[in-house]
RNA sequence: GCCUUUGUAGCUCAAUGGAUAGAGCGCCUGACUUCGGAUCAGUAGGUUGCGGGUUCGACUCCUGCCAAAGGCACCA
């Protein structure tokens, strides 16, 4: 907020420094880490410990060298317009703002841009971001959760940083997965169609579940029952075969449950927020994808072992010359002539950035798929594929139960929608309790927002790399560092500023009186001023690392600033007529950096709670 | 066996190579007849897995161990 006032000082400093025969290191500015004031500070040890490198130190230790170029820096600078004074401890310099210009100049920042606070400049690049890859015939878990919830915060911090960006959903339509609900379907419940979008997807996914169980070996089963399961199978098998052949009859079956889950699919995001522009399937890319594995035996790349009996391989590690494992060797078609997961996704990158000019691709895929998607960006290079290295795996851990992994197949799995539901209700109890008087019909409403939000948060508030063991109660917390917490600070700004506009009879929206910070801040105003200037800054380094716990932790912080400004500062109650301004406007661009952080987040703060 | 990731307070997690390693939960102690107590203020709690190295400076980078999780060709 200050870059030009920063860069007139840096020269100045480079000319001082240079002027004394002491060899110039670029500074590197950070804010000043104390409370109580603000401003941002430099640290001279690079230079100095250059200028030992050198051998031009006269062998004073570097610390000590340091403090001395800062205080001579200091008294060469005298005062500087926009600071209010210049400091020098130690090794560093610290440049205190002018109090009032600065905070005017927050908040008028603020109010100018409004929704937009905190938004990049346009970057006039185009990039995809690609979530949302659950498959159809099973039912979306909280694993899928985080998968989406992450992808389309990752969406909207990209696209919030000045990136074109596209939102792109990958269901895995087709496999074997799919075929064996398609079995168990036709064998057991043809004609059947359980009411409720929901119901429906999930009376799919236990099918999925029951068929596992006939299907899989058990341990001591006899004669019979080992019987039984292989032709169960070979049945499953025909099935597949069938679907390949393009049968009517299964591809029927196919469309009309696949409708069922992608119904469940578009509902849920709906419910999350995410609206995708983009939708690939497995089953389109199949083909295209057998187009690739040609051109790849004819160029040499993969070979085709179809002859003895074996498949199609790419032997990566040998055909870019390593000499040490890395990408091994991997299958790019089966050995009858079928497709893998790995040749549909050749045909997806050549789509995402053929059709629709991206510059970068983004795949959120679970950790686990590491190597997969290393393989896949690999062959691409092979191929000569020219963005391959425009390609980028967002690998983030996977969700499991405390009593393990999940499993669709064992039928162990935490569904999002049950959590959903829960959630709302849980929300709904505490509102009984802390806001009895809110009206019946924006109860529900309101449910949502908390419900999700506390569930969203608890699964942003984590770094992509690590692993969430998910407990119900942990994230459906409403109190601490939570979802609620950040929510209930917006809701208090809120109704400071609805008493506002109440007793002064003006309607509600941007009415706010004139101001300026011509007295005196305490602590928790320039706390909270310091705390919304930051955010410009970090949603560019968010977008950048492609981490939304950057965004999640920023706006707790954000909150916490505000509750206790909240708790110690009174706005309303102020008898000065100026400082009351002051403060209500305060409250107003906190407010609004609030609303935008969390929006960041998927996160909606509702006005009341 | 090889590869990847992780290891920080009792638990769950933070910390662009930089000033005093911070939060939440839990424990304990407090808070205005006030703009909403889903809140605030405070106490206690640390050899950052262990050993070397690089650096003026290491939770952060390199390296060797230890521990945990995950992955390693016809699943996705």
Not at 18 to 46: A, M
Not at 81 to 110: C, G, K, M, Q, W
Not at 391 to 399: D, E, F, I, T
């Amino acid at each position: 907020m200050f870059e030009i006032e920063q860069k007139t000082i840096e020269e100045k400093i480079k000319k001082f420094v240079i002027r004394n025969d002491i060899p110039y290191i670029d500074l590197k500015w950070s804010t000043i880490p104390f409370n109580g004031e603000w401003g941002i500070s430099v640290s001279f040890f690079q230079i100095a410990a250059n200028e030992a490198k050198l051998g031009r130190n006269k062998g004073i230790p570097v610390s000590q060298r340091a403090a001395e170029i800062s205080k001579q820096v200091k008294e060469y600078l005298g005062s500087v317009p926009s600071f209010s004074h210049i400091e020098s401890v130690n090794a560093y310099l610290n440049l205190y703002y002018s109090t009032s210009d600065y905070a005017a100049r927050v908040v008028n920042s603020v109010f100018d841009t409004g929704d937009k606070f905190g938004a990049g400049v346009p970057k006039n690049e185009r990039v995809m971001v690609e979530y949302a890859q659950p498959n159809t015939h099973h039912s979306f878990h909280i694993g899928h959760a985080r998968n989406t919830l992450l992808g389309e915060s990752l969406a909207r911090i990209v696209q919030f940083a000045g990136f074109d960006t596209i939102r792109a959903s990958y269901p895995g339509d087709i496999g074997l997965g799919v075929i064996t609900v398609l079995w168990a379907y036709n064998k057991f419940y043809r004609g059947k169609e359980p009411e409720g979008i929901h119901e429906r997807g999930q009376w799919l996914a236990n099918i999925y579940t029951e068929a596992s169980r006939l299907l899989e070996p058990r341990d001591g089963e006899t004669p019979q029952e080992k019987n039984q399961r292989e032709l169960y199978d070979s049945e499953r098998r025909e099935m597949y075969r069938r679907w390949d052949a393009g049968d009517p009859e299964v591809r029927n079956l196919w469309s009309m449950t696949r409708e069922w889950s992608l119904e469940e699919l578009r509902d849920i995001l709906r419910i999350l927020g995410t609206k995708i522009d983009v939708w690939f399937f497995e089953s389109e890319v199949d083909e295209p994808s057998k187009a690739i594995v040609d051109e790849l035996i004819a160029r040499d790349i993969a070979t085709d072992e179809r002859k003895s009996g074996g498949a199609v391989i790419v032997k990566i590690d040998e055909k870019l010359g390593l000499k040490k494992e890395k990408y091994r060797t991997n299958v790019i078609l089966r050995s009858d002539g079928t497709t893998l997961y790995l040749t549909k996704d050749l045909a997806l990158a050549k789509e995402k950035f053929e059709k629709y000019h991206v510059d970068r691709s983004i795949y959120v895929i679970d950790v686990r798929q590491s190597l997969h998607m290393q393989q896949t960006f690999a062959i691409l290079r092979l191929w000569g594929f020219p963005q391959a290295d425009k390609c980028y795996h967002l690998a983030y851990g996977y969700v499991s139960l405390p009593e393990g992994a999940m499993s669709a197949r064992r039928g162990r799995v935490v569904l999002f929608k049950e959590v959903y539901n829960e959630a709302i209700q849980r929300v709904l109890k505490v509102i009984v309790e802390k806001n009895p008087n809110m009206p019946q019909d924006e109860r529900e409403g309101v449910a949502q927002k908390i419900g999700l939000g506390a569930l969203t948060y608890s699964m942003l508030s984590v770094d992509n790399n690590k692993d969430i063991i998910f407990d119900i109660d942990e994230a459906l917390n409403f109190e601490g560092r939570t979802g609620p917490y950040i929510q209930n600070a917006y809701v208090r700004a809120n109704s400071i500023l609805k008493k506002y506009w109440a007793e002064n009879q003006l309607s509600a929206g941007k009415n706010l009186p004139s101001f300026e910070f011509d007295y005196i801040l305490g602590n928790h105003e320039i706390e909270l001023i310091e705390q919304i200037a930051r955010f410009p800054g970090l949603v560019q380094q968010a977008a950048r690392e492609y981490r939304p716990m950057i965004i999640a932790a920023y706006v707790y912080d954000l909150a916490n600033c505000f509750h206790s400004f909240y708790h110690a500062v009174p706005v309303l109650q102020t008898d000065q007529n100026s400082i009351r301004n002051a403060r209500l406007n305060l409250v107003a661009a906190a407010k609004q950096t609030i609303a935008n952080a969390l929006a960041l987040l998927g996160i909606t703060a509702p006005e009341v709670m």
